[in-house]
């Protein structure tokens, strides 16, 4: 169980082997019941949380947002990924984190959704370099001890990279991320992986470690990546949606059989059920996981829209068994490494 106490592991980033492989914040993927699938299945170095709104943890709203900052400790190191532009609000939400017992707080710098970056946030930060120092100066005296790091773009509209990274590395940050696409490009272009040799320059010298992002499809590129470009770590997105292996060198999701990763998509659910039962977050999250669980297998269509009409697990262990059309055992596993959100909200008053 998570929040009864303070990290133990300050500045663990430095302690990571090269290249570190991390697990990417991902909205709506990568929440507490995914990351608990992927730490049994491939525990990568470093574990970021799903983004969360600093002015929400600061708003009467807050109650919504208290399950997306559950965790539990075999995730460590787990670091919390807020976003925002308002100091105050940053501060405020970076102490919170810290007393949540946090590894580490990283600040979005990067969301490309068009209404965070009209408000200034995500990626509208490369436009303010001013506010976006001011922000990291207030996460910084809220998050104490623990490291503060960003995760950003290579530009706003144009690739810009050594003037923003210049500007990021004056504020002395533990690591910086860099999702190697500017925010115009989304996700629509291949990302820029032959540039990041004009940012590595500048990082020599310095104790803040790069990290790089975008496209990689698997635990031997990221490897690979790593060597070619001289970056200190690779963060992994959506390779792995569908894919809890991916950071196990042993284990090769197309190797699996159908049913061994079916067991796993229902694990997932069941986990799912368990942590958010108590909570606002629906079931319907778990049909984007189901539809990646499946894809490539046999008949996936169908098996598809047999899932998409699911609204428990239950359900999708019926669908599955289905499915199969053969003898098919699955038993819920025991589940007792949980969060209390009366704990949790007892931290947040």
Same mark, same amino acid.
């Given at each position: 169980?998570?929040?009864?106490?303070?990290?133990?592991?300050?500045?663990?980033?430095?302690? &990571?082997?090269? /290249?570190? $492989?991390?697990?990417?914040?991902?909205?709506?993927?990568?929440?507490? #019941?995914? %990351?608990? *699938?992927?730490?049994?299945?491939?525990?990568?170095?470093?574990?970021?949380?799903?983004?969360?709104?600093?002015?929400? &943890?600061?708003? /009467?709203? $807050?109650?919504?947002?208290?399950?997306?900052?559950?965790?539990?400790? #075999?995730? %460590?190191? *787990?670091?919390?990924?807020?976003?925002?532009?308002?100091?105050?609000?940053?501060?405020?939400?970076?102490?919170?984190?810290?007393?949540?017992?946090?590894?580490?707080?990283?600040?979005?710098?990067?969301?490309?959704?068009?209404?965070?970056?009209?408000?200034?946030?995500?990626?509208?930060?490369?436009?303010?370099?001013?506010?976006?120092?001011?922000?990291?100066?207030?996460?910084?005296?809220?998050?104490?001890?623990?490291?503060?790091?960003?995760?950003?773009?290579?530009?706003?509209?144009?690739?810009?990279?050594?003037?923003?990274?210049?500007?990021?590395?004056?504020?002395?940050?533990?690591?910086?991320?860099?999702?190697?696409?500017?925010?115009?490009?989304?996700?629509?272009?291949?990302?820029?992986?032959?540039?990041?040799?004009?940012?590595?320059?500048?990082?020599?010298?310095?104790?803040?470690?790069?990290?790089?992002?975008?496209?990689?499809?698997?635990?031997?590129?990221?490897?690979?990546?790593?060597?070619?470009?001289?970056?200190?770590?690779?963060?992994?997105?959506?390779?792995?949606?569908?894919?809890?292996?991916?950071?196990?060198?042993?284990?090769?999701?197309?190797?699996?059989?159908?049913?061994?990763?079916?067991?796993?998509?229902?694990?997932?659910?069941?986990?799912?059920?368990?942590?958010?039962?108590?909570?606002?977050?629906?079931?319907?999250?778990?049909?984007?996981?189901?539809?990646?669980?499946?894809?490539?297998?046999?008949?996936?269509?169908?098996?598809?829209?047999?899932?998409?009409?699911?609204?428990?697990?239950?359900?999708?262990?019926?669908?599955?068994?289905?499915?199969?059309?053969?003898?098919?055992?699955?038993?819920?596993?025991?589940?007792?490494?949980?969060?209390?959100?009366?704990?949790?909200?007892?931290?947040?008053?």
């Amino acid at each position: 169980m998570c929040g009864a106490n303070i990290s133990n592991n300050r500045n663990f980033y430095q302690k &990571l082997p090269k /290249p570190a $492989l991390v697990l990417a914040p991902l909205e709506q993927v990568t929440d507490a #019941a995914f %990351r608990y *699938i992927i730490n049994k299945y491939g525990k990568p170095h470093v574990i970021y949380t799903e983004f969360t709104s600093a002015d929400g &943890l600061c708003s /009467p709203g $807050l109650e919504r947002l208290i399950p997306d900052l559950r965790y539990t400790e #075999a995730e %460590r190191p *787990i670091v919390a990924q807020i976003f925002g532009r308002r100091p105050e609000t940053m501060r405020h939400a970076a102490s919170i984190c810290r007393k949540l017992g946090f590894d580490g707080v990283d600040i979005n710098m990067g969301c490309p959704e068009k209404n965070v970056c009209k408000t200034g946030a995500g990626a509208g930060m490369i436009n303010n370099p001013a506010l976006a120092k001011e922000c990291i100066a207030a996460v910084k005296e809220g998050a104490g001890d623990l490291p503060v790091s960003v995760k950003t773009r290579i530009g706003f509209t144009d690739i810009t990279m050594e003037e923003w990274v210049e500007h990021l590395l004056e504020t002395d940050l533990q690591v910086i991320t860099l999702h190697l696409r500017t925010r115009k490009e989304m996700s629509k272009v291949p990302a820029h992986w032959d540039k990041v040799h004009h940012v590595v320059e500048q990082f020599k010298g310095t104790e803040t470690l790069l990290y790089g992002n975008g496209d990689v499809e698997s635990l031997q590129q990221a490897n690979q990546l790593a060597e070619e470009t001289g970056v200190d770590g690779i963060m992994c997105g959506r390779a792995i949606f569908g894919n809890p292996w991916f950071f196990n060198p042993d284990v090769c999701r197309e190797e699996l059989t159908v049913t061994e990763r079916l067991h796993v998509m229902l694990e997932h659910a069941y986990v799912f059920e368990h942590f958010f039962a108590d909570t606002r977050k629906h079931f319907l999250v778990m049909r984007s996981h189901f539809h990646a669980y499946v894809s490539g297998m046999p008949k996936a269509k169908e098996m598809r829209i047999k899932l998409t009409l699911c609204s428990s697990a239950d359900e999708a262990h019926e669908a599955v068994k289905e499915y199969l059309e053969t003898p098919f055992v699955f038993n819920p596993p025991p589940l007792h490494d949980s969060v209390n959100l009366d704990e949790l909200r007892q931290i947040f008053a």
